[in-house]
């Protein structure tokens, strides 16, 4: 036999070993909603896990945006080729917690499967979202953000402004977006993404104030929408007016697409966004960026409060074998490792979930070189969170939160007064409730 005829019976033999080691990895689908810069960083997390082993392996699927990763999932549910693990936003707890037969509660997962898993290793602001009523872990914490405040440091300074000392009240976000626009360093002050989360939502906790009866909804399904108070529409009436003035740029709702690149192009010095967006401006911000905290009305009482949690848990969806549940196991237990959860921590600007990663992230000095890094966790733990402050659990309020972004457009193009536009929320929306109620009795 000649040399070359060994020489590619080696490989023949070398390549089928590669292939029945491929075959032996239990696959896992894990259905996501992070495109740009966040996806390539959780592509990046998943494949050091795929690496670090052989018995497992996860494909991770980008579905588009949270809504449409939650509504593909259902159809794929209902047609029997629903994935292993989903990513479901904040506000679709309530919408999950009541999926019954078609979880597999994380906390359950791990304890099946002889997995590390503590609820007092998270931080009590995670915690508390979504656990249910006996303090059982339901899904997987992975990316916690709240929304915070970025600015042009640039144009402050050639404003005249501080470029040390961002805005703290609505009073000064206004004033200070006056002076920026007056002295020509842009054309607008401010802008906002996701205006239901950050103008109405972590606003309403910011102040202490509820969103609705029963703590929020953790109390029962029987919640009632109570947000349309005078210090809410007195909020949209001034979002509007500043507007009106040119200091204020409506970003359009639902996710607010038009307001961060009105930030990279630098028409406007300040934006509202989610913590999470730290990666995304780092690599898309031609100027120096400055970190701060959501503005509060000094004239309500005990604000600032505590902001709420945003970003996503992932699911364990039923329907799949056990060896594929010991691979899903296998896989949040390696997500929770401290080393892991900071350096995701540090690279997005999610919350370290984990005190652990906390402490590790503060170790390393991440903090010290990064000033504003932790800007979103002084927020979550400014106060012990109330009633009003430790987040929300609504049914259906994936669409809720589109009526509620309806009707701000509504106060921004001058068709209602942010009165009338809350009471319209207010009632369709606990119209909504009522549905989801009579669906899961």
Not at 109 to 128: I, K, Q, S, T, W
Not at 223 to 229: A, D, L, P, R, S
Not at 328 to 341: H, N
Request: aromatic share 12%; glycine share 8%.
């Amino acid at each position: 036999m000649s040399r070359f005829t060994l020489h590619a019976l080696a490989v023949g033999v070398a390549t089928a070993s590669l292939s029945l080691s491929a075959q032996a990895a239990t696959e896992i689908s894990w259905w996501h909603a992070m495109g740009g810069q966040l996806g390539e960083i959780l592509e990046e997390m998943t494949q050091d896990f795929n690496e670090s082993q052989d018995d497992y392996h996860v494909t991770p699927s980008y579905r588009g945006t949270y809504t449409e990763t939650m509504t593909g999932a259902i159809a794929a549910f209902r047609a029997n080729e629903q994935p292993h693990i989903l990513q479901v936003f904040e506000v679709g707890t309530g919408t999950m917690m009541n999926a019954k037969g078609a979880i597999y509660p994380v906390y359950e997962l791990m304890e099946e499967h002889g997995r590390a898993f503590d609820n007092e290793a998270f931080l009590p602001a995670v915690v508390g979202y979504y656990t249910d009523t006996n303090g059982n872990m339901l899904s997987f914490p992975f990316n916690s953000s709240t929304p915070i405040m970025y600015y042009n440091r640039d144009m402050f300074e050639e404003a005249g402004l501080d470029p040390e000392q961002p805005p703290e009240t609505w009073e000064e976000v206004a004033d200070f977006s006056r002076q920026i626009v007056e002295s020509g360093a842009a054309s607008c002050g401010f802008t906002t993404s996701w205006p239901s989360w950050v103008m109405l939502e972590n606003f309403s906790a910011w102040h202490n104030v509820p969103l609705g009866t029963l703590e929020n909804g953790f109390g029962g399904m029987e919640t009632e929408f109570t947000f349309n108070n005078e210090l809410v529409a007195r909020h949209w009436d001034n979002l509007h007016d500043w507007q009106e003035e040119g200091v204020f740029k409506w970003g359009g709702p639902g996710s607010g697409p038009d307001s961060e690149p009105m930030f990279y192009s630098q028409d406007c010095a300040i934006f509202f966004g989610s913590s999470a967006s730290r990666a995304d401006v780092a690599a898309n911000s031609e100027f120096e960026v400055g970190f701060g905290m959501q503005p509060y009305y000094d004239d309500v009482e005990g604000a600032p409060q505590n902001s709420i949690i945003g970003g996503a848990t992932l699911w364990t969806l039923q329907g799949h074998s056990d060896e594929e549940y010991e691979a899903v196991a296998a896989f949040f237990e390696y997500l929770s490792q401290p080393e892991v959860q900071a350096q995701w921590h540090q690279q997005t600007g999610y919350l370290p979930i984990t005190q652990a990663a906390w402490d590790l992230s503060k170790e390393q000095g991440y903090y010290d070189e990064n000033p504003g890094a932790d800007i979103s966790l002084k927020q979550m733990t400014l106060n012990e969170p109330t009633e009003n402050s430790k987040g929300l659990r609504f049914g259906n309020f994936v669409q809720i939160r589109d009526i509620i972004s309806e009707e701000m457009e509504a106060v921004m193009t001058g068709d209602k007064s942010g009165q009338e536009a809350a009471d319209e929320a207010v009632a369709r929306g606990n119209d909504l409730l009522r549905d989801f109620e009579a669906a899961n009795q």
